[in-house]
Each structure stands twice: as C-alpha cells, then as structure tokens.
C-alpha cells in the first residue's frame, strides 16, 4: 500500500515537524512494516512555471510535425518577454495554460534544460508533458491546464504536487484495514495521539425509493449496496490532483468513472465495482456461479467458472466475477452516460479462492481476501456517486438499493491484565481499556475482565490475544523489557547430541565436507539407485502438497541428494569432492492410516495422540557419504591416489570407532552398490549381530543415472543402531612397555575376504595382541592362479612386562595356526 503524506494529512493532524521517515519508523514499530520511503522529485529544481501560449508557428520540412511556440512565463524568465520554445506535441493551442520548464530547471531523473538550437530554431526551455514531470503516465501530449489553476509564470512545483514523500507499506494478510488511507490514517492518529477525520463520516441520505432490483445469497454476501447517476458526461476529465494521487499510490489513471470507483477504493479500503447500467438487463442477482458457466472478463480472457465463484448476474447469465473482475459486456465506455456503482462485502475465503483458481489478482481481490469493513458498502457508494456529479456533470439518483444480511459481533470477554500477561509486563490500569476505544472497540468493564465488541473493519480482532497484540503494539514493541530466561545448570548435551556432533567432527576432519540436503525425492531417484520393485525403500510418503511435482516423496535413503549435491560440485569444476550428511530418512509403518485432523478448540485426546503416532512414519537417523576423484592429490611428493570403495568403508570404520563398537564387514549384494564391491556392516548388541549399513563402490548404472564420476563410492549406516551397540565406555588401559611387531604373509584363496583372515589371526593371536593391519595385497604368479597373497603387521604388547622373544614368536605362530584352520591359508617361505 502506497500512502502519500499530504493525503494522509487531510484525515489526521500530525505534528508539523514529523517528517515521513519519522511516522514511517513508528509505524514499522506498530506492526506496519514500511519498506520505503519514496521522496518522489527530490530531484527537481526550478525554474519549472505556468505559462500561457501566445503564438504557435508550424515548422514544415521536418519527418515529424514540430511546433515553435512563443510562451508567457510572465516575469519569471528575468526579462518578461514571451519565450521561445520548440514542442513536438499537438494537443495544445494558442491561449492554453501549460507548464515550462525554463533554462537551468532539472525534471526527474537528473534531466536539465537548456537552451539549444533545434529545427533551425533556438529553443529556450520545454513545454512539459505530464510523464517528463513525473505527474503520471500519459504519451498523448503535454500538460494542459484548466483556467484558473494557476497564474501565468508563478511556481508549478508545489501546486502540481511534483514533490511527495510516499510510504510503502508491506501489507501483512491479517491487516487488511491498512490497504486504504482511513486504516493507516487511524494508525497514525492513535500512535501520535492526532484527531482522526474519518473519510467514512460522508452524510448518507434515506433512499427516495427502491433502486436497482438486486436478489442477494447471505451465504456469500453480506451487504449489497447499489447507487446510480445519470446524465454522466463519459469524456469528462479525471481531474489532475486525482490523477496524481492515484499515481503516487501505484494506480494508472484510466477515465473519470474508474479513477473514482478506484480512488474511494484507496480512501476506505472499499472495492467498487462501477458498470454501465444501459447493459444490465433485469434483476442483478449475487449468486455461486452454476458448473460450466463462462464470462468474458475485462483483460479479454474467457473464463469457465467454477460453483465456488460468486458472481454477479443479470437475466442474460454472469456480468461480473464478484470481488475480482468485472465482465466485458458491461465495461464503462466513451457513451455510457448512467452510471451504477456497486459496493459489497463478499465472503472473504470465496474471493481468496476465486483469484487464485483463476490466476487473476486484482486490487479488489487483495482487498476482500484479507477482510474489508462490513458496514462502510453504503458510505463508500454514497462517497463515490458524489464525487461522479461533482466532476462528471451527473445527477446523483434519490432512489438506491441497499441489501443488509450482515450479523452483529458478538462481544470477546477477556481478563483486563491480558496483555500484561501476555507480554510479561505491568501495563497501567486501564491502559488496555484506552487503546482499545482508540482503535474503535466498544468496551464495557465487568469485574476484572473487559467485553469487548470490534469494530467492523477489523475483522482480524476475534479472540483475546488479538487484542491483546493491539495493545502491545501501540504500547510499543520496543518498551518490553528484555529479559533472557535464567537457563539451569548441569544438563548439557544428550548423548544422542554427543555421538552426532563426534561423527560430524570425525568425518570433517578425514576430508569429509557437510552438506544439508532437501529430503525430497522423486520415483526417477529410486530407479536411479536401481532399486527392486519390491525393495522396502521404494515404500515412501507422498507429500499433499510438494514443492516440486519431480520431487514428491519423503526420502527413505540419504544417498539420492548427497548423489545430486556432488554432481553439482563436480560440474561446477570441482573434481575432487567428499561430502557427508546426518539426516533423518522416513520409512512409513506397515499399514499406516491418515492422521486425523484435529480440532483448534482443545487439546488432542490420547487416542488422538495415539493415532497421529500410528500414522507417523519411522525416522530414523543416519549418516551418509559420497567421494569421487583424488583423496590424496599428486604433487611433487608422489603421484596422488584415486577414491577407492575401501575409503568408503574406512568412512563406516571411523563413525564406528567414535561411537565405541567394533564394525564387522562382510561382503555382499545391496543396490545402489556394485555387486562385487559391497561391503554389508555390523554391529553386535547383546549377543545381536545388528546390520547397520552398506558402503562400496557405486553400480555403473547409478553412476550413470544421476552423472557421477567413474568409481564413485558411498557409504549409508543407521546411527541410531549404531547408538544401541554401544556400552559402558571404558578407558583403554596403556601400557608402558614396548611393542613387538611381527609381518606375517599368508597365501590364501582369490575369494577369501581379507577381513576373514584377519580376523582369524585376531582370535588365534591372543589377549597379547594390540593391533593388526593389513599392509600388502599380491596377485600373481608367485601366490598362484586363483591365489593372492596378504600380509599383515602384528603389534603384540603386555601390560606388565616386557615380552620376550618366545612369548612373542608364539603368538605369532598361534595366529598363523589359526588363519590356516579357519580360511585355508598358507605361510609364505
């Protein structure tokens, strides 16, 4: 909403000194959020005068018609004689009024006049068009003025209003009384304790008789005001002060019979709706509009309505979609000469419907959408019918029509100290009681409590806490005292939070980058990860209302969007790139129903509870990740390493090592990953082998699928299992003695995993064992076809002692005993 200061003025007596920067700040800090302030031609200087045609001389020889004019700017250009100015338009004549622009004047935008010779003339200023002053937007012509607006070679910047400060008002959906000037107007006199001259105070005569016929459905309006002129003068001019204001407040002035109806539509926040009555045949009649009707609306565009439209008809069908357009047939034209303005309060969720479904939002839609005041219909009529005869040259009918179904608001009983209450503090006595009166609440005491009954054009006031907003606010904001809550000592982080912010330090200090990803996914996802029709991850929630059609379903793995968000880094130029995530995904329950739909009057029951908690999905928490390209990069140190599947499960190795449980890998088949580089992860629980995730190598398919480079490998474990695994958190016990280190090499099957054998060496090495790793994997034609050969190191270290050479040759041999019982190895020589 764009609110000019003189406008505002005429309907509240600020102080002279408060400038709009200041009632912009106070009403920002009364919920009014204004986002500028616009200091329309600040930029112009003068001189910029009357003047009066004295002479015009047409220049012939030229592509276009040129004019040089001799002009009366009476003392104003220093000399007093006529001056001489060139003008290409063609809509003034001798003895017109216009305005000048002399040498040395500037017109918005910084564009200065000077004197310059053109069309082999000296021209010695401008005659101004209404768009080259900034006035509105108007190519037909310049400037002409009526006579008497101002005398020859006087001052034009403030009598044209060429100079205005405008507010911007970002206009929130529950304040629809601040799209006029009356609501801001209201604001600003409460706010700066100013008198109030309601615009909506017009004298409103008994009717002389029944007017148009109208029939009204109360189910879609409740209150329906017709008034009639006749005997209207349609190429009457809109008059330049109008013309003006509708400008500044973001309205483009069309004629005289829509520039009013929008005018007193800015003034009161009323939408009006004006036809050309000679078009409309029989009864009007306020109704849902029938399945298949159509109307041609004003922009040209034929629109098949819908039972939820209100319409305006006649005995000929739909003349006008109610609140939001009117028709074709019954547009004000260049011979309309009876005139019929309609104000109405339709029901504000039909209106807010209709705009929408048709994709058509007006100034009236705003409007009805956010709640207009249900009793200013006949004040604003009578308001604009006024001004039709005081400018058009019509007569105002006596007779009018005047529909009435509105119901009377029931009183809002609230504590007096609520909202002390609820800003948490101590308002004077009474202080509730006053702000409400001033917004225009009938309040009536009761104890110690307050009936409050709003007034009709703040249908946003309908319970206690809306009032108690409106005392807060014009309070002030800023007056709450801010008091931080004491926070208690000695709780901390959960240990659910602990585990989370380790894993996530964990990962980002092996390289892993943290990413956020929507938890949105589309069915092109789950075939990209070339999942089983029957796979359990393919059974998702469907989102009503999702923010892309692509992307529908509430993810029930991480890997689709660490998948996407790597794709993009790789095509930005960034080829070497590890990224993770914790997140939650959301496997919907065997044979969940719809949650119920509660109500707003009281809490949920626990059988409510109940059912939303059957109805919720499973959410547990896991941590993904995704690498592609160079873990180590090549250099001068050395040639660089590519990302294998096995950083992948060194990734699942780590977030086990920090949870405290020991990860058991096993080889398997589980998409998206690569059948023969998968690895399935473990963790026991009690004597429970829990699987808790994969990590691999990613299908060539899927690589393929979502545009990831070759060999890309991912890792996805449950960390809410892994949570469950873990014990009592014990202190390793260290020793001070020395390690003794033992290689030992086996020849083993192609076939047998590596984690096999190590784990056989483990169990056969002892309690005297403190670590082993694998450090060497050889194929060849030294271990053999179908052979490989792996070697391992042995730390062996006692916590009270030195070992000696035996104990240590011994454990040695034990291991090796073991790894050949139990996977067939044999010792290298």
Same mark, same amino acid.
């Given at each position: 909403?764009?609110?000019?200061?003189?406008?505002?003025?005429?309907?509240?007596?600020?102080?002279?000194?408060?400038?709009?920067?200041?009632?912009?700040?106070?009403?920002?800090?009364?919920?009014?959020?204004?986002?500028?302030?616009?200091?329309?031609?600040?930029?112009?200087?003068?001189?910029?005068?009357?003047?009066?045609?004295?002479?015009?001389?047409?220049?012939?020889?030229?592509?276009?018609?040129?004019?040089?004019?001799?002009?009366?700017?009476?003392?104003?250009?220093?000399?007093?004689?006529?001056?001489?100015?060139?003008?290409?338009?063609?809509?003034?004549?001798?003895?017109?009024?216009?305005?000048?622009? $002399?040498?040395?004047?500037?017109?918005?935008?910084?564009? @200065?006049?000077?004197?310059?010779?053109?069309?082999?003339?000296?021209?010695?200023?401008?005659?101004?068009?209404?768009?080259?002053?900034?006035?509105?937007?108007?190519?037909?012509?310049?400037?002409?003025?009526?006579?008497?607006?101002?005398?020859?070679?006087?001052?034009?910047?403030?009598?044209?209003?060429?100079?205005?400060?405008?507010?911007?008002?970002?206009?929130?959906?529950?304040?629809?009384?601040?799209?006029?000037?009356?609501?801001?107007?209201?604001?600003?006199?409460?706010?700066?304790?100013?008198?109030?001259?309601?615009?909506?105070?017009?004298?409103?005569?008994?009717?002389?008789?029944?007017?148009?016929?109208?029939?009204?459905?109360?189910?879609?309006?409740?209150?329906?005001?017709?008034?009639?002129?006749?005997?209207?003068?349609?190429?009457?001019?809109?008059?330049?002060?109008?013309? &003006?204001?509708? /400008?500044?407040?973001?309205?483009?002035?069309?004629?005289?019979?829509?520039?009013?109806?929008?005018?007193?539509?800015?003034?009161?926040?009323?939408?009006?709706?004006?036809?050309?009555?000679?078009?409309?045949?029989?009864?009007?009649?306020? @109704?849902?509009?029938?399945?298949?009707?159509? $109307?041609?609306?004003?922009?040209?565009?034929?629109?098949?309505?819908?039972?939820?439209?209100?319409?305006?008809?006649?005995?000929?069908?739909?003349?006008?979609? %109610?609140?939001?357009?009117?028709?074709?047939?019954?547009?004000?034209?260049?011979?309309?000469?009876?005139?019929?303005?309609?104000?109405?309060?339709?029901?504000?969720?039909?209106?807010?419907?209709?705009?929408?479904?048709?994709?058509?939002?007006?100034?009236?839609?705003? &409007?009805?959408?956010?709640?207009?005041?249900?009793?200013?219909?006949?004040?604003?009529?009578?308001?604009?019918?006024?001004?039709?005869?005081?400018?058009?040259?019509?007569?105002?009918?006596?007779?009018?029509? /005047?529909?009435?179904?509105?119901?009377?608001?029931?009183?809002?009983?609230?504590?007096?100290?609520?909202?002390?209450?609820?800003?948490?503090?101590?308002?004077?006595?009474?202080?509730?009681?006053?702000?409400?009166?001033?917004?225009?609440?009938?309040?009536?005491?009761?104890?110690?409590?307050?009936?409050?009954?709003?007034?009709?054009?703040?249908?946003?006031?309908?319970?206690?806490?809306?009032?108690?907003?409106?005392?807060?606010?014009?309070?002030?904001?800023?007056?709450?005292?801010?008091?931080?809550?004491?926070?208690?000592?000695?709780?901390?982080?959960?240990?659910?939070?602990?585990?989370? &912010?380790?894993?996530?330090?964990?990962? %980002?200090?092996?390289?892993?980058?943290?990413?956020?990803?929507?938890?949105?996914?589309?069915? @092109?996802?789950?075939?990209? $990860?070339?999942?089983?029709?029957?796979?359990?991850?393919?059974?998702?929630?469907?989102?009503?209302?999702?923010?892309?059609?692509?992307?529908?379903?509430?993810?029930?793995?991480?890997?689709?969007?660490?998948?996407?968000?790597?794709?993009?880094?790789?095509?930005?130029?960034?080829?070497?790139?590890?990224?993770?995530?914790?997140?939650?995904?959301?496997?919907?329950?065997?044979?969940?129903?719809?949650?119920?739909?509660?109500?707003?009057?009281?809490?949920?029951?626990?059988?409510?509870? %109940?059912?939303?908690?059957?109805?919720?999905?499973?959410?547990?928490?896991?941590?993904?990740?995704?690498?592609?390209?160079?873990?180590?990069?090549?250099?001068?140190?050395?040639?660089?390493?590519?990302?294998?599947?096995?950083?992948?499960?060194?990734?699942?190795?780590?977030?086990? &090592?920090?949870?405290?449980?020991?990860?058991?890998?096993?080889?398997?088949?589980?998409?998206?990953?690569?059948?023969?580089?998968?690895?399935?992860?473990?963790?026991?629980?009690?004597?429970?082998?829990?699987?808790?995730? /994969?990590?691999?190598?990613?299908?060539?398919?899927?690589?393929?699928?979502?545009?990831?480079?070759?060999?890309?490998?991912?890792?996805?474990?449950?960390?809410?299992?892994?949570?469950?695994?873990?014990?009592?958190?014990?202190?390793?016990?260290?020793?001070?003695?020395?390690?003794?280190?033992?290689?030992?090499?086996?020849?083993?099957?192609?076939?047998?995993?590596?984690?096999?054998?190590?784990?056989?060496?483990?169990?056969?090495?002892?309690?005297?064992?403190?670590?082993?790793?694998?450090?060497?994997?050889?194929?060849?034609?030294?271990?053999?076809?179908?052979?490989?050969?792996?070697?391992?190191? $042995?730390?062996?270290?006692?916590?009270?002692?030195?070992?000696?050479?035996?104990?240590?040759?011994?454990?040695?041999?034990?291991?090796?005993?073991?790894?050949?019982?139990?996977?067939?190895?044999?010792?290298?020589?």
């Amino acid at each position: 909403m764009r609110v000019p200061m003189t406008w505002l003025r005429e309907y509240v007596d600020l102080p002279s000194d408060v400038t709009a920067r200041d009632l912009a700040a106070r009403l920002t800090l009364a919920g009014l959020e204004v986002e500028t302030v616009d200091e329309l031609g600040s930029d112009i200087t003068g001189p910029i005068v009357y003047g009066r045609i004295l002479a015009i001389e047409e220049l012939t020889g030229f592509k276009k018609p040129i004019r040089f004019c001799r002009v009366d700017v009476g003392a104003a250009n220093g000399t007093g004689e006529p001056q001489e100015i060139v003008c290409g338009a063609r809509n003034f004549s001798e003895g017109d009024l216009v305005v000048v622009c $002399l040498p040395g004047a500037q017109l918005p935008g910084g564009f @200065r006049i000077g004197a310059r010779k053109t069309y082999g003339k000296t021209s010695a200023g401008m005659i101004c068009s209404a768009t080259e002053l900034g006035l509105w937007e108007d190519h037909e012509g310049i400037v002409v003025l009526p006579e008497g607006f101002g005398g020859v070679g006087a001052d034009a910047i403030g009598p044209l209003g060429l100079r205005e400060d405008v507010l911007d008002i970002a206009v929130t959906p529950d304040r629809g009384y601040a799209l006029s000037l009356r609501g801001v107007a209201r604001d600003a006199a409460a706010l700066y304790g100013a008198d109030l001259r309601d615009p909506a105070a017009v004298d409103v005569p008994e009717p002389a008789g029944e007017g148009c016929p109208a029939t009204v459905d109360a189910r879609l309006c409740g209150r329906y005001v017709l008034r009639g002129v006749s005997g209207f003068d349609p190429e009457a001019p809109t008059p330049l002060w109008m013309k &003006r204001r509708l /400008h500044q407040s973001g309205v483009r002035p069309i004629s005289l019979a829509v520039d009013v109806t929008n005018y007193v539509m800015l003034e009161l926040g009323q939408p009006l709706h004006a036809w050309d009555r000679s078009t409309i045949t029989g009864t009007l009649q306020v @109704r849902a509009a029938a399945r298949g009707e159509k $109307l041609e609306t004003l922009d040209h565009v034929k629109r098949t309505l819908d039972p939820d439209d209100i319409v305006i008809a006649d005995d000929s069908g739909p003349v006008n979609i %109610a609140g939001v357009m009117g028709g074709l047939t019954t547009e004000i034209s260049l011979a309309s000469t009876e005139v019929l303005v309609e104000a109405a309060h339709f029901g504000a969720m039909h209106i807010a419907r209709t705009s929408r479904r048709h994709q058509l939002s007006s100034e009236s839609s705003r &409007r009805f959408e956010r709640g207009v005041d249900s009793a200013v219909q006949l004040a604003a009529a009578t308001r604009a019918v006024g001004l039709l005869a005081e400018l058009g040259g019509a007569s105002v009918e006596a007779a009018y029509t /005047h529909v009435d179904r509105s119901a009377a608001r029931e009183p809002i009983r609230i504590p007096a100290d609520h909202a002390s209450a609820v800003a948490g503090t101590d308002y004077p006595a009474g202080t509730a009681e006053r702000w409400l009166r001033t917004m225009g609440c009938e309040v009536a005491a009761d104890g110690d409590a307050l009936a409050v009954v709003p007034p009709t054009w703040r249908p946003d006031l309908t319970d206690p806490n809306d009032l108690a907003e409106e005392v807060i606010r014009l309070e002030g904001y800023e007056n709450i005292p801010s008091i931080p809550p004491v926070v208690p000592s000695g709780r901390g982080l959960t240990a659910d939070q602990r585990l989370r &912010r380790a894993v996530g330090r964990t990962l %980002a200090a092996t390289g892993y980058n943290e990413v956020l990803c929507y938890p949105f996914v589309g069915e @092109r996802d789950l075939d990209g $990860l070339q999942l089983a029709a029957d796979d359990a991850r393919r059974v998702s929630m469907r989102l009503a209302n999702p923010l892309s059609e692509e992307e529908p379903l509430l993810r029930t793995t991480l890997l689709p969007g660490l998948f996407k968000t790597l794709a993009r880094n790789v095509g930005r130029g960034f080829p070497d790139v590890a990224l993770f995530e914790t997140g939650l995904v959301y496997r919907p329950k065997p044979g969940a129903t719809r949650a119920p739909l509660l109500p707003v009057d009281r809490g949920p029951s626990a059988e409510e509870l %109940a059912l939303i908690d059957a109805a919720l999905p499973d959410q547990p928490r896991r941590v993904g990740a995704v690498l592609a390209g160079a873990v180590e990069r090549r250099g001068w140190w050395g040639p660089g390493r590519e990302a294998l599947w096995a950083d992948a499960i060194q990734a699942a190795r780590d977030i086990a &090592r920090v949870a405290g449980v020991e990860l058991e890998v096993a080889a398997d088949e589980h998409a998206p990953w690569h059948p023969g580089r998968c690895a399935a992860l473990y963790v026991r629980s009690g004597g429970e082998r829990l699987l808790v995730g /994969h990590a691999g190598e990613l299908h060539p398919r899927t690589v393929k699928a979502f545009a990831l480079p070759e060999r890309t490998a991912a890792v996805e474990v449950e960390l809410d299992l892994i949570e469950r695994a873990r014990g009592a958190v014990t202190a390793p016990r260290v020793s001070t003695y020395p390690v003794a280190t033992q290689d030992v090499a086996l020849i083993v099957g192609e076939s047998v995993p590596v984690g096999a054998v190590s784990a056989a060496l483990a169990q056969g090495a002892g309690e005297l064992l403190e670590s082993i790793r694998l450090f060497d994997v050889y194929t060849g034609e030294q271990a053999g076809p179908g052979r490989k050969s792996v070697a391992f190191t $042995l730390r062996f270290r006692a916590h009270d002692r030195t070992l000696t050479a035996e104990e240590t040759g011994a454990a040695r041999e034990a291991a090796v005993a073991s790894a050949v019982e139990h996977t067939g190895a044999v010792q290298r020589a």
